[in-house]
């Protein structure tokens, strides 16, 4: 493990801690729908900022599809064509943000995405869920997850009053589609470097037993009490990036 984590610019101490967060991370978004990146991010970017934001969106990939498959039947399939509508025009400013920033500006930018977001999913107001509205979320997510790989809040917002099964394979699904397309903008443009490959791939085991036990909890998380203290903890993590970034 330390030959691995030295590899990686880090400690096995570091490597233990962003694996941790990869675990919680998969916990809260398979039992609500989102929040992965939400923890992760902020921990990488703290250790590790180049490694943002491909690392992220690879370990990403494998939360989105297992959390589509396995509520499968309750997607709502028109939020699938207007998000991705949506999130393409967003996916190329999120690109621009990308190649215009350099590590540690990317990190500030992290910290205060993370924050926006924490704002966003702590209010309340009930959205009607319309195309316009789906493609709205759909573009900030874009811009959201390409530059920082935290789309997730949108799109939770607009779903976070409809049931259970509906928010979590519906923001799967669609997290699954855009995600795709954020990481093929990321490889056309030469963002996706053997750091991004060795840290998102050695965070995914961490994924898939988070998303695993996350099935157990879907009830008791579904009341909100662990979602709250988990974004306070978020805004907590992306106030300290964000400062750490403007430091350096």
């Known amino acids: 493990m ?26 809260v978004q398979g039992a609500i729908g989102f929040g992965l990146n939400l923890i992760v991010a902020p921990t990488i970017a703290a250790f590790v900022p180049e490694a943002l934001p491909a690392a992220a969106i690879i370990l990403a990939l494998p939360m989105t599809l297992g959390s589509a498959a396995r509520e499968f039947s309750h997607i709502d399939r028109s939020a699938i064509l207007w998000t991705t509508v949506g999130r393409l025009p967003g996916i190329a400013v999120g690109l621009w943000i990308v190649i215009r920033l350099d590590a540690e500006a990317l990190a500030t930018a992290t910290g205060g995405m993370v924050l926006f977001a924490v704002v966003m999913s702590m209010s309340s107001p009930r959205i009607p869920i319309t195309p316009a509205t789906q493609a709205a979320a759909g573009w900030l997510g874009g811009v959201m997850g390409t530059s920082s790989s935290i789309g997730g809040p949108p799109l939770a917002l607009l779903y976070q009053h409809s049931p259970g099964p509906v928010v979590r ?15 093929g903008a990321l490889l056309v443009a030469g963002e996706v470097q053997a750091l991004h490959w060795k840290m998102g791939g050695a965070m995914v085991p961490a994924v898939l037993a988070g998303l695993f036990v996350s099935r157990a909890l879907h009830g008791f998380l579904d009341r909100g009490w662990l979602r709250t203290c988990v974004l ?17």
């Open 232 to 248: 306070g903890l978020c805004g907590l993590a992306g106030l300290a990036v964000a400062l750490e970034g403007l430091a350096d």
């Open 2 to 27: 330390d030959a691995f984590a030295e590899s990686l610019g880090i400690n096995a101490t570091t490597l233990v801690v962003i694996t941790l967060s990869a675990f919680l991370g998969a916990v």
């Open 169 to 183: 394979s519906t923001l799967g699904a669609a997290f699954l589609v855009g995600t795709g397309f954020s990481f």
